[in-house]
């Protein structure tokens, strides 16, 4: 494994997919914000989450990459399509699994079993994402499909 290369192109791939989910939200296609959720998750102070946030989901988007250059180490030829392959794999599970789970263990979302409070939660995502807006699947699946295309172009093997 290339570690400098997958370093590089996974802190590329991850901004590119954090500034499309931003940009996506800006444009009214979903109000998902991927650092703001998982910054609630060690704050409640709204604008401190979103610092914590980001770099938070640079290092998930780290340790990801890792697991790119892993993959691509084993089939040994790193490829924009194959990257765009996993990355919508990876899309797929976060609005599948991961987001739907997170109420479970989010200590500021609200799950869908429970009813408004008097204090301020997050929305849980519900099925699919969709809580967020009904193009917020697309969104997120997109996104981590270029993510995985651009650690699959630039990645480096040695």
């Not at 979302?109 to 204090?119: D, F, I, K």
């Not at 969709?130 to 650690?151: E, K, M, S």
């Amino acid at each position: 494994m290339n570690l400098p290369s997958i370093l590089l192109w996974g802190f590329a791939a991850t901004i590119v997919l954090t500034t499309l989910t931003v940009a996506a939200q800006s444009l009214g296609l979903t109000r998902i914000d991927i650092p703001f959720i998982i910054g609630t998750m060690f704050t409640a102070d709204r604008d401190r989450a979103k610092v914590i946030g980001v770099i938070l989901h640079i290092i998930n988007g780290w340790l990801f990459a890792i697991v790119y250059a892993l993959i691509f180490g084993q089939l040994h030829a790193p490829s924009i399509s194959i990257g765009a392959a996993i990355g919508i794999v990876q899309g797929i599970f976060v609005v599948s699994v991961l987001l739907p789970m997170l109420p479970g263990v989010h200590p500021r979302m609200v799950s869908e079993a429970r009813g408004p409070e008097p204090t301020r939660l997050l929305e849980p995502p519900g099925f699919l994402a969709a809580n967020y807006g009904r193009h917020t699947p697309l969104v997120l699946i997109v996104a981590h499909g270029i993510y995985g295309a651009i650690i699959g172009f630039f990645y480096v093997l040695r």
